[in-house]
């Protein structure tokens, strides 16, 4: 059944990285990686790449990343402060931009010269996983005790513990008072509204400000809120044995609902969300304030509050029933900390992931430039550290606590295709190109391929 019926009033965008996740611009902001896949296939069963051991007993571990450059400064901080702690190991950083990350990997895993520590990714962890290019960190003393189960729990599958949570984030809304102040609208009560109140007051906002100005940011270009509206109607992404969770109906409904605030203009028009989608964060409608409302994730926060310059405000995704413990919002892993399973190094590339996981110094350095901290005693240590856009994003994360839904299933084989998958047929539906029936049973055909071959 649609999110809610049809005959009520119908008046919703995405990290992804999410700095996620640094590198993804937002949640829907993913880049097309399938080389990754055919790349890991070609995995061979020889050793790996790491250097061997010096003369004097010193090893070098290879750390690869991606992200901006202030990542970079802020994980050379951690290196620097693990190599004064363990003189014996030295890290030999890795790191680039989202868009060359996999391509790169994948050309390194199947040429059995993978990096010792690899950051990765939830949309790609069951691949690299099942074809044996990750470590099992179970076997290995890293200390997962002070972790948030639920993140723990996602670098967990049937191939053991090949990641580790580097950061904890959520999907989110995020608002610009600044554009309702100006339309006179008040903000939303995030515990208590509905995707009704959504709509209306995304219309709302468009009708009360400047031309160009729209209430809500468009969604449909990211798995994640497509996730929350799936779960708020009993049904999943994906199913714990690698399917899809959702009928092609499913979709079509959130397509609808999608088109409704089209025609309200609560959201931009297609072609606007088309010029959007290619915007960098900076110049994001939200950081603009061209738009009231956006779908991001929370760790994003901070660099949309230093674009726009202003103050934001996260709010929790509305619900069917107007009740917080209805929304099924879930913690997610920004990113982990995986090791490569042909390591010559496992102890010592499994000390450091520890350190980067447990170690206060760890934190200071990091702060919570991948998400808020998993390990709790970390997290409370270094909240003094973190700047006031920082602890709106902590706070946040620890006020749903106690709302969250089930931990969903982690993606499937083949998973990384879908995002594009659900932005071209998004695009299609917008344009009208297709109806939402159509384009619900053509997208799940497609996503189902992706997952199945």
Same mark, same amino acid.
Not at 28 to 33: A, M
């Given at each position: 059944?649609?999110?809610?019926?049809?005959s009520?009033?119908?008046?919703?965008?995405?990290s992804?990285e999410?700095?996620?996740?640094?590198?993804?611009?937002?949640f829907?902001?993913?880049?097309?990686?399938a080389a990754?896949a055919a790349?890991?296939?070609?995995l061979?069963?020889c050793g790996?790449?790491?250097?061997?051991?010096s003369a004097?007993?010193?090893v070098?571990?290879r750390f690869?990343?991606w992200?901006?450059d202030?990542?970079?400064q802020l994980t050379?901080?951690?290196?620097?402060?693990?190599e004064?702690e363990?003189p014996?190991?030295k890290?030999k950083?890795?790191?680039?931009d989202?868009?060359?990350?996999?391509d790169?990997l994948?050309?390194?895993v199947?040429?059995?010269d993978a990096?010792d520590?690899i950051q990765m990714?939830?949309?790609?962890?069951?691949?690299?996983?099942s074809?044996?290019?990750?470590l099992?960190?179970?076997?290995?003393?890293?200390?997962?005790?002070?972790?948030?189960e639920?993140?723990?729990?996602?670098g967990?599958?049937?191939?053991?513990?090949?990641?580790i949570?580097?950061?904890i984030?959520?999907?989110?809304?995020?608002?610009n008072?600044?554009?309702?102040?100006a339309a006179?609208?008040?903000?939303p009560?995030d515990t208590?509204?509905?995707?009704? %109140?959504?709509g209306?007051?995304?219309a709302e @906002?468009? &009708?009360k $400000?400047? *031309?160009?100005?729209y209430g #809500?940011a468009?969604y449909?270009t990211?798995?994640?809120?497509?996730?929350?509206w799936?779960?708020?109607?009993?049904?999943s992404?994906y199913?714990s044995d690698?399917k899809?969770g959702?009928?092609p109906a %499913?979709?079509?409904?959130w397509?609808?609902f @999608?088109k &409704?605030? $089209?025609e *309200?203009?609560?959201?931009p #028009?297609a072609s606007?969300?088309v010029e959007?989608?290619a915007a960098?964060?900076?110049?994001?409608?939200?950081a603009?304030?061209?738009?009231?409302l956006?779908?991001?994730?929370?760790?994003?926060?901070?660099a949309?509050?230093k674009a726009?310059?202003?103050?934001?405000?996260?709010?929790?995704?509305?619900?069917k029933?107007g009740k917080?413990?209805?929304?099924?919002?879930w913690y997610?892993a920004?990113?982990f900390?995986s090791?490569?399973?042909?390591?010559?190094?496992?102890?010592e590339t499994?000390?450091?992931?520890?350190?980067?996981?447990?170690?206060e110094?760890?934190?200071e350095?990091?702060?919570?430039d991948?998400g808020?901290?998993?390990n709790?005693?970390?997290?409370?240590?270094?909240?003094?550290?973190?700047t006031?856009?920082?602890?709106?994003v902590?706070k946040?994360?620890?006020q749903i606590?106690g709302?969250?839904g089930e931990?969903?299933?982690?993606?499937p084989k083949g998973a990384?295709?879908?995002?594009?998958?659900?932005?071209?047929?998004?695009?299609?539906?917008l344009f009208n190109?297709?109806?939402?029936d159509?384009a619900?049973k053509?997208?799940?055909d497609?996503?189902?391929?992706?997952?199945?071959?």
């Open positions: 059944m649609p999110l809610f019926p049809r009520e009033s119908a008046a919703r965008n995405h992804a999410t700095p996620s996740n640094g590198a993804h611009r937002r829907r902001k993913t880049g097309v990686v990754a790349a890991v296939l070609a061979s069963a790996g790449g790491a250097a061997p051991q004097d007993g010193t070098e571990l690869s990343w992200g901006s202030k990542r970079a050379q901080a951690a290196i620097a402060a693990f004064a363990n014996k190991i890290i950083p890795e790191y680039g989202w868009s060359g990350y996999w790169k994948a050309t390194q199947a040429a059995n990096p520590i990714d939830e949309k790609y962890i069951t691949e690299y996983s074809r044996g290019a990750l099992d960190l179970s076997k290995y003393q890293i200390d997962t005790s002070k972790l948030d639920a993140a723990l729990n996602a967990k599958s049937e191939d053991g513990l090949t990641g949570a580097a950061g984030n959520a999907a989110t809304i995020i608002a008072p600044a554009v309702f102040q006179g609208v008040p903000l009560d208590t509204w509905t995707w009704e %109140d959504f209306r007051i995304s @906002l468009t &009708e $400000s400047p *031309k160009g100005t #809500s468009a449909g990211d798995e994640a809120s497509l996730g929350v799936l779960r708020q109607n009993d049904k992404l199913t690698g899809l959702f009928e %499913d979709i079509a409904q397509w609808e @999608l &409704e605030l $089209s *309200k203009k609560a959201v #028009s606007e969300v959007a989608e960098p964060l900076d110049q994001s409608g939200l603009t304030g061209k738009n009231g956006a779908f991001w994730w929370s760790n994003q926060l901070p949309l509050e726009a310059g202003s103050d934001l405000q996260i709010l929790r995704f509305p619900s029933t917080a413990a209805d929304t099924q919002l997610k920004s990113q900390w090791a490569s399973s042909r390591t010559k190094h496992p102890e499994a000390k450091f992931i520890d350190f980067l996981a447990n170690n110094k760890a934190g350095a990091l702060l919570a991948r808020v901290y998993p709790t005693d970390v997290r409370d240590a270094i909240e003094s550290k973190l006031p856009a920082d602890i709106k902590v946040f994360i620890d606590k709302e969250l931990a969903p299933a982690a993606p990384g295709a879908i995002q594009e998958i659900i932005k071209r047929y998004t695009s299609e539906v190109r297709l109806s939402t159509e619900g053509k997208a799940h497609e996503m189902k391929s992706a997952i199945s071959s």
